[in-house]
């Protein structure tokens, strides 16, 4: 004789139970997939790598921007005030960078 209903009806509701799990585990893993926090905290050295390859990037297209109509031997003439105010900021700007990347780690 075939499966009693009751059996059918454990049955259906274990794989219901099984088919749950595993929406809710995908659900969570395309969540922290999208989440950009969840992926610093797990791969600190990727995102620190994808950070800095992002700064290269912008700092070339930036001073390739400032290069186009300006001597060279003057913009890198480092006695000009513009280039030392532009480096004093670009050290507060990484300073403050680096520390709110080091509290964003440690909590």
Not at 90 to 102: E, K, T
Request: glycine share 8%; hydrophobic share 45%.
């Amino acid at each position: 004789m075939g499966p009693t209903a009751n059996e059918i009806e454990r049955h259906i509701a274990r794989e219901r139970g099984a088919l749950d799990r595993d929406i809710n585990e995908l659900q969570t893993r395309v969540q922290n997939a999208a989440n950009w926090r969840w992926q610093v905290r797990s791969k600190p050295l990727v995102a620190l790598g994808v950070a800095l390859a992002g700064g290269f990037v912008a700092a070339r297209m930036v001073r390739a921007g400032a290069h186009r109509n300006m001597d060279y031997a003057a913009y890198r003439d480092p006695q000009r005030p513009a280039n030392r105010t532009r480096s004093a900021m670009l050290g507060f700007a990484m300073a403050m960078g680096m520390r709110r990347l080091a509290c964003f780690l440690r909590s």
